[in-house]
């Protein structure tokens, strides 16, 4: 800009000086003066395109924090998107579970209730064919005898196995319908760049009596109430250090560290626990650190099996 004015100030005084006359001095002079007019009025535009340049600059450091403020977001509500996506898989399979409880209960109840009333009816029918002279006195103490039956055997059984022994415990029995509830399952692919919270997913599983283990969701949902046993095993990637918690209902029952060191070796961590679960509790094993992982290839696995069914936790106390 300083060179620019130079420039037009020396053109301007070479003017005056090659003017031979001087009635032209008045008209250099005017000359000049318009050319100061004419460079203050771009001095003028060049600071007002500076000051815009330095605004529309703070504009777009607001707009690369405010996007950096929205990714961070974004990454939260991701972590929140996987925990929500594995309670609703969680809450659903436990609604599934109840319904066919529901239902095995209610057709269970009906066929009882229909056997006792053919078995009543079979009592009466063979009496009056085989005794066709019954008297009414007869038929009376018979409708008091039916009025008490001889107890069926399937409620009966039910009722020892339920009934409290003399500490207030209920008679232990393993799962009914099946002799034991059970599950193993491995990792046959890696679980890598896990969010906080979200669920290791033990895909390959070799042993699932009961059902009771959901590879889609990765949990175990107590079929039953009583004492479960739990195991399991988590190998590193190599040069990774990452932390996981075994979790009933979404809290914290204990943690899990592995730290695999520098020049390819990895590390491995196993635990096991003894946990009174009530019906339709929710065990699973969970990612701590963001973007960590472990190893598949049947190194990784996680087990579990029912060691005594109670109907209630015997170690509380009242």
Request: net charge neutral; glycine share 8%.
């Amino acid at each position: 800009m300083l060179v620019v004015q130079i420039v037009l100030f020396t053109t301007a005084i070479s003017s005056l000086r090659a003017c031979p006359h001087s009635r032209h001095v008045n008209v250099d002079n005017d000359l000049l003066v318009d050319l100061i007019k004419r460079i203050e009025e771009k001095d003028e535009a060049i600071k007002e395109l500076q000051q815009n340049q330095q605004r529309q600059e703070k504009i777009v450091d607001k707009l690369r924090r405010d996007i950096d403020q929205i990714k961070m977001e974004n990454g939260k509500l991701r972590e929140s998107y996987l925990k929500c996506e594995d309670q609703i898989a969680s809450v659903s399979l436990s609604v599934l579970y109840m319904v066919h409880e529901f239902n095995t209960t209610d057709t269970f109840l009906s066929e009882s209730k229909n056997t006792k009333a053919s078995t009543t009816a079979k009592y009466f029918e063979d009496i009056l064919i085989h005794n066709s002279s019954v008297t009414l006195d007869q038929v009376s103490a018979t409708t008091k005898r039916s009025r008490h039956p001889k107890p069926n055997t399937r409620h009966e059984d039910y009722r020892k196995q339920n009934e409290p022994d003399s500490y207030g415990n209920t008679i232990g029995k393993r799962h009914a319908g099946t002799d034991l509830v059970a599950f193993f399952a491995t990792l046959d692919h890696p679980a890598s760049n896990l969010g906080v919270g979200q669920n290791l997913k033990f895909d390959n599983v070799i042993t699932n009596i009961g059902s009771a283990y959901n590879p889609h969701f990765g949990g175990f949902i107590a079929p039953v109430s009583g004492v479960y046993v739990f195991m399991s095993t988590l190998l590193s990637f190599a040069g990774h250090e990452d932390n996981f918690e075994l979790k009933r209902n979404g809290a914290t029952v204990c943690k899990m560290h592995v730290a695999g060191t520098g020049g390819g070796n990895n590390d491995s961590t196993s635990g096991s626990v003894v946990l009174y679960l009530d019906k339709g509790d929710v065990i699973a094993i969970q990612n701590i650190n963001l973007g960590e992982g472990v190893l598949g290839n049947q190194y990784s696995y996680f087990s579990g099996f029912l060691l005594k069914q109670l109907e209630r936790n015997p170690s509380l106390v009242g």
